[in-house]
């Protein structure tokens, strides 16, 4: 007989929040082929994702009656319910592609070349975590299934001496619980990008630094729930996305400190010659295309390329302690407006 492995496996799940109360509420995991839905209409087969860490929380987000005569609630009830958790991985492109994963962190679109996008529309996905230490009388290895996962942020953190790193946190409206483990071991081929085959590029110099993280915000409205049920109605996107980060700086860069104060690499100070209250003033931003190339453990092959065309240097930081070298860096957001070509691609592949 198998024995349980602890895993993480993540499918597509399109049809999470269609025809919400035209049935009764029912499970939709397919044990016997591993997806969500039925033959006539089913997501993605799950695929198992190489984590290293994983943290999960349903919260039943309680309505308490405080009343006048008790020194304690006097009622607790179910509100809305609320599951939500996040996860750590190593960076591996094709995993991620070919998962969805990175669908769901970009947004639901059509897949051009192997380029993604930000999208305005979410894409829905399931995550199966099987538990091989919890227990029932019969079995060890017990199985949950979250519905509707959205994707509300996603970390990228490169380092050195460290493999490329990712956290990601996601929401979900529902779960399925099953007192058996359903494990589907998916084969995991493809190698994490790692520091010394990443290229970093700025404008048109080659970025020189320590160490760079890119965080993509998704502001994704978790309180969209309707009178008359207590899970979430859809996954919509609700607010400005944020794209940005930091670049950690080699104790001898001065090029973007003395950029970011006197806001060129030439000039002795920030508008230097102009006149204030004269409208004449540039107050200029550094900015230029960042470029993360990723290629393979072996140095042969691009895995991966991401590209910001318009980024914006928003602040420097200098610190020292002691006789200790100093501390530089500087953070970055993106401005997006593909219409101008500044835009933000994820590529996967050579």
């Given at each position: 007989m198998a024995e349980a492995k602890r895993e993480l496996a993540i499918a597509t799940d399109p049809t999470a929040y269609d025809n919400i109360g035209g049935a009764a509420i029912a499970v939709k995991y397919?044990?016997?082929?591993?997806?969500i839905g039925n033959a006539g209409s089913h997501g993605t087969v799950f695929q198992t994702i190489r984590v290293t860490s994983f943290q999960q929380n349903a919260n039943r987000e309680v309505i308490i009656e405080e009343s006048i005569d008790q020194v304690a609630a006097s009622a607790?009830?179910?509100?809305?319910?609320?599951?939500?958790?996040?996860?750590?991985?190593?960076f591996r492109p094709q995993?991620?592609?070919?998962?969805?994963?990175?669908?769901?962190?970009?947004?639901?679109?059509?897949?051009?070349?192997n380029n993604y996008?930000?999208?305005?529309?979410?894409?829905t996905l399931a995550l199966k975590v099987v538990d091989e230490q919890a227990s029932t009388a019969s079995i060890k290895g017990t199985t949950v299934i979250y519905r509707?996962?959205?994707?509300?942020?996603?970390?990228?953190?490169?380092?050195?001496?460290e493999y490329?790193?990712?956290?990601?946190?996601?929401?979900?409206r529902q779960a399925e619980v099953y007192d058996v483990f359903y494990n589907s071991n998916t084969a995991i081929s493809d190698e994490i990008a790692v520091f010394y085959n990443a290229v970093l590029n700025f404008g048109a110099n080659k970025l020189l630094c320590k160490g760079m993280t890119l965080t993509l915000n998704r502001q994704m409205d978790q309180d969209y729930f309707y009178i008359g049920s207590e899970f979430l109605q859809g996954l919509y996107y609700n607010g400005l996305t944020d794209l940005g980060g930091t670049i950690t700086l080699g104790a001898g860069d001065w090029t973007r400190i003395r950029t970011m104060i006197a806001g060129s690499g030439t000039d002795a100070m920030l508008d230097v010659g102009k006149t204030e209250?004269?409208?004449?003033?540039?107050?200029?931003?550094?900015?230029?295309?960042?470029?993360?190339?990723?290629?393979?453990?072996?140095?042969?092959?691009?895995?991966?390329?991401?590209?910001?065309?318009?980024?914006?240097l928003t602040e420097a930081s200098s610190s020292v302690q002691g006789r200790n070298q100093f501390e530089k860096t500087v953070n970055w957001k993106?401005?997006?407006?593909?219409?101008?070509?500044?835009?933000?691609?994820?590529h996967i592949g050579a």
């Open positions: 397919d044990t016997a082929n591993d997806y607790v009830y179910g509100g809305t319910y609320s599951a939500s958790g996040s996860f750590e991985a190593g995993s991620f592609q070919s998962s969805n994963l990175l669908m769901g962190i970009m947004g639901l679109q059509t897949v051009t070349s996008k930000l999208s305005q529309i979410p894409a509707g996962v959205g994707i509300t942020s996603f970390e990228l953190n490169l380092n050195v001496k490329a790193r990712c956290t990601i946190n996601w929401i979900a209250f004269t409208g004449n003033t540039a107050n200029a931003i550094p900015e230029g295309k960042l470029e993360v190339i990723l290629m393979s453990t072996d140095g042969t092959t691009q895995v991966a390329k991401i590209t910001v065309d318009s980024c914006k993106a401005v997006l407006n593909p219409a101008a070509s500044k835009d933000f691609t994820v």
